[in-house]
């Protein structure tokens, strides 16, 4: 007896008839298994459920928020702030520490409490033949060999050979992407029937919509289809995002420079013949000046005002950098059903002797018929009337109201029908009484139909029939016209009409009727077989969402290519791609091409990267594939989100740079894998947190151009006066004072800076390009410069010309260097244009940051006790006049220096 993918006789269970599974599987259908053998096989296979993976430790979850090089600078900043005694520095850097670390638990905390609320499910039941009798027991209980009853409503509860079918079909569009219930059967299949065609096997976890069956189960918890896809989830490595690689970059390069200018500062001291203990205590002051401390907190405050205003724009953000990633990204993979589409099959066209068009999308009732593009009234077209009404009476669907929402109870192809006569004007109920049903032949595979018997009204019964187009045409002997008279049957016509909807994607039904005598109260299949008069043609299919259009030719137009990977027909999936606008590979005529996964299944490495990157739609693709086609793009240099709601949509969006769910019909192992979640389900919503998340790089960057020349030039002033054998300009404390003070009440305004207009218009971020492009390295080291020579000239002027005493010195540097930021921080708000086109009002947050921090230099300047603590002293206006002038000089050359920038790159 095996639980496996593989039967065990080197055969797929699939290709094996029912009676070699019973023997494999050492089962008895009539019986089922005995109490007896159950409980050995549940000792030997365990529950049936997925093992879930081992949760990371809280206490280590929070240990993580540490393991970043830039909170190793800033432990060591507050180590050495320690050493020397500055208990109240020391303690504000590891509070800063602290703080980052707190909010980016609690965070991911409140995120992974959601995704486990969500993950909760209502313990299914399951019917199963045990000892000869009927019992409903926990699927948990199942074991190989069970043998299982399924009816319509019942969710699969492992994964079954079907050995009995009576016009089964299963919902499976969450493990496939099938946009429509799958009918089943018990026969035989090839080796290489792919998994949406298996249509002998019933998988854990999907739906039965209709019909009943008997399975005997062969594979249960992680061995399921189900379970597999687990494993794929589990061993897909975690991947750092665009902002991460970068900072970690960015802050092992600040890093050595910290340590090499250190170095250089303590060996030309003691080149000089300066103490030791002296340079060593310079070569520190020159570290804390260089970190920039309030670098990790304004990366984290950052991305908690993104997440939270992606929150008031339908998306959750599980992971903080998620954030950022988005507006990195350069490819999104879009899963079709529910995401790009409405996933409400919706009859677009009628075929009854003249075509007609049907409006609205989805299960609301909003639309109307129409003819060449004008309002057509029913009514006045008998066979058109008559094909609605097939439709609406040859159908078991309902509709019902749950929670406010329209929810189908059925089949969604039968409930496009009904909606479809709704908008043609017909009553159910009214249709209902006058034409009560009788009796009925369901739908089933082999017959490819299904009929209904029916009271006729003024007539004495009447047969409604629906079905595949071939089969109805070979049982009609005639057609209606629109004044309701029978006419030749245009077979040829009927079959081009037909290939022209198939041709657009569409899911074609054939319906035909036949009046029959009143002695009729049963319907047998020799009844539907000859003298029917065919009524027409109805196409339907699942619509693309309105909004999702749009939002992809904003992506596109943003540079962002939108691929479709779905589990639906090639067919379907490049019809619907065509209307959304999707960019790809295209046939000979122009229409868009959709790739297979039997197709993708044949190419070797080289050539997979090329299709993943040519295509832009992927159909009938298994999990593997979706994950492979991701890695492909990755290998690209692509920064890939990956959109889906269904379980094998998991491990493509685990592996994904960002993985987006569907928080409404997204299953629970979708959710589990994603890194943020969309609650209305809509692909438009994934374009504004695009934008947001563009938006969060933009003032990131801002505020890393803005305090990195601070740093560096607070270094720089250190390294002038050593080389010159001068006193320090500024202290290890005061450094930490401007450090401080200014990443909190200037930095962190940039935080708040409205989006730039033209955001949505840019290329995305080359994924390999530095944060500091070559462009802003430049004007970084130009502003260092202009803070050296500002803060230093001030240093020696004062001293040397107008005897001021080293405390006021240093007061006049620190000042130099808060000013000198402040104007920088205007030229910062935009790093392309200039602050005059932003408005100055434009975020006052800002100008609310540079009142409160002028304020706090007049108190570090002018009141005692900060003059006590951190070695200050008063200075004149002469003085105050000399540091604005020195702000004012570094606001006028940056913002001609980005002028002169900007006009050479419009120039042609």
């Not at 269970?13 to 019973?22: D, I, K, M, R």
């Not at 800063?96 to 905390?109: D, P, W």
């Not at 299960?363 to 008559?386: C, M, N, R, W």
């Not at 405390?807 to 006049?812: I, S």
Request: aromatic content about 6%.
């Amino acid at each position: 007896m095996k639980q496996n993918h593989s039967s065990g006789n080197g055969k797929q269970w699939h290709q094996l008839a029912a009676t070699e599974v019973f023997g494999l599987l050492d089962t008895d259908v009539a019986k089922g298994l005995s109490p007896e053998e159950v409980a050995r096989r549940q000792a030997i296979h365990g529950p049936n459920r997925l093992s879930s993976k081992g949760q990371t430790p809280a206490w280590l979850r929070f240990l993580h928020q540490f393991n970043q090089p830039l909170v190793y600078l800033l432990l060591i900043a507050s180590g050495v702030t320690a050493y020397l005694q500055e208990w109240v520095d020391s303690g504000v850097i590891f509070g800063v520490v602290m703080v980052n670390a707190i909010v980016g638990y609690l965070q991911e905390a409140k995120a992974e409490k959601a995704i486990d609320a969500l993950s909760r499910m209502v313990v299914t039941e399951a019917t199963v033949r045990r000892g000869g009798r009927k019992l409903r027991v926990h699927s948990e209980d199942l074991v190989p060999g069970d043998v299982v009853l399924l009816q319509s409503g019942d969710k699969v509860p492992a994964d079954l050979r079907l050995f009995t079918v009576r016009n089964l079909q299963v919902d499976e569009s969450a493990l496939t992407g099938e946009s429509v219930p799958v009918g089943k059967h018990s026969d035989v299949l090839a080796l290489d029937t792919i998994l949406a065609e298996r249509k002998n096997l019933a998988y854990a976890g999907t739906l039965v919509t209709y019909g009943q069956a008997e399975g005997v189960v062969w594979a249960i918890g992680n061995q399921t289809e189900t379970g597999r896809i687990a494993s794929l989830i589990a061993s897909v490595t975690e991947l750092s995002t665009p902002l991460t690689r970068k900072i970690a970059e960015f802050s092992k390069l600040l890093l050595w420079i910290i340590m090499g200018l250190a170095l250089v500062t303590f060996a030309v001291g003691i080149l000089r013949g300066q103490p030791p203990v002296q340079m060593f205590m310079a070569a520190v002051a020159l570290a804390v000046g260089a970190i920039p401390e309030g670098l990790p907190a304004a990366v984290t405050i950052t991305l908690a005002i993104g997440v939270s205003r992606m929150a008031k724009r339908q998306a959750i953000i599980r992971k903080l950098p998620a954030v950022e990633t988005l507006g990195s990204t350069t490819v999104i993979c879009s899963d079709k059903t529910g995401t790009l589409t409405e996933n409400q099959m919706t009859v677009q066209e009628i075929w009854a002797g003249g075509f007609f068009e049907v409006t609205g999308a989805g299960y609301e009732a909003a639309g109307e018929v129409k003819q060449e593009g004008a309002p057509f009234s029913v009514s006045t077209d008998i066979a058109l009337h008559e094909v609605l009404k097939a439709g609406l009476l040859c159908n078991d669907t309902q509709f019902q109201h749950e929670d406010g929402k329209l929810t189908v109870q059925g089949d969604p192809t039968e409930a496009a029908l009904l909606v479809a006569a709704r908008k043609g004007g017909l009553v159910e109920a009214e249709l209902h009484d006058r034409h009560a049903r009788i009796d009925s032949i369901p739908f089933e595979s082999e017959h490819q139909f299904m009929a209904t018997l029916h009271h006729g009204g003024n007539l004495d019964r009447v047969i409604y029939k629906k079905g595949a187009v071939e089969r109805l045409l070979d049982h009609s002997d005639h057609m209606l016209s629109a004044s309701g008279e029978q006419i030749p049957l245009d077979r040829a016509a009927v079959r081009a009409h037909s290939d022209a909807m198939a041709a657009k994607g569409l899911r074609v039904l054939a319906f035909a009727r036949r009046d029959v005598p009143r002695e009729h109260s049963k319907l047998e299949h020799h009844h539907v077989k000859h003298g029917l008069t065919f009524l027409g043609l109805q196409g339907m299919i699942d619509p693309p969402r309105a909004e999702a259009i749009q939002a992809v030719a904003r992506c596109q137009q943003a540079g962002i290519a939108v691929k479709m990977i779905t589990g639906d027909h090639a067919l379907t999936a490049a019809a619907i791609a065509d209307r959304i606008g999707l960019q790809g590979e295209r046939d000979a005529q122009g229409a868009l091409r959709a790739i297979s996964g039997r197709e993708l299944e044949k190419l070797g490495d080289d050539e997979f990267l090329k299709v993943a990157s040519k295509y832009g739609v992927f159909a009938r693709v298994a999990p593997e594939q979706k994950l492979r086609l991701v890695k492909a793009l990755q290998t690209q240099n692509h920064v890939v989100a990956m959109t889906g709601d269904g379980v094998n949509d998991a491990p493509a969006l685990k592996q994904a740079d960002i993985g987006i769910a569907m928080g409404k019909s997204g299953t629970d192992v979708a959710k589990g894998a994603a890194d943020m979640l969309l609650t209305d389900d809509n692909f438009a919503s994934i374009e504004a947190a695009v934008e947001e998340g563009r938006g969060v790089f933009d003032n990131l960057t801002k505020f890393i151009v803005w305090t990195i020349p601070t740093n560096l030039g607070e270094g720089l002033i250190l390294l002038a006066a050593i080389f010159l054998g001068l006193e320090l300009p500024a202290l290890p404390v005061q450094l930490l004072w401007v450090n401080m003070m200014t990443a909190t009440f200037l930095g962190l305004m940039l935080v708040f800076e409205p989006k730039e207009p033209d955001l949505m218009d840019r290329q995305p971020r080359d994924p390999s390009e530095p944060i500091l492009t070559h462009p802003l390295f430049m004007r970084t080291g130009l502003v260092t410069l202009i803070l050296v020579a500002g803060a230093f000239g001030l240093f020696l002027w004062e001293q040397q010309m107008a005897g001021a005493t080293i405390q006021e010195a240093r007061t006049l540097v620190i000042n130099t260097i808060v000013m000198v930021e402040i104007f920088y921080l205007l030229n910062c708000r935009s790093l392309s244009r200039s602050v005059t086109s932003l408005g100055w009002f434009s975020n006052r947050w800002l100008l609310a940051g540079i009142g409160a921090m002028l304020l706090a230099q007049l108190a570090f300047t002018h009141l005692p006790v900060m003059n006590r603590w951190f070695h200050t002293a008063p200075i004149g206006l002469n003085g105050w006049l000399h540091v604005l002038a020195v702000g004012l000089a570094s606001f006028l050359i940056v913002g001609f220096e980005k002028w002169v920038r900007f006009h050479r790159t419009k120039s042609p």
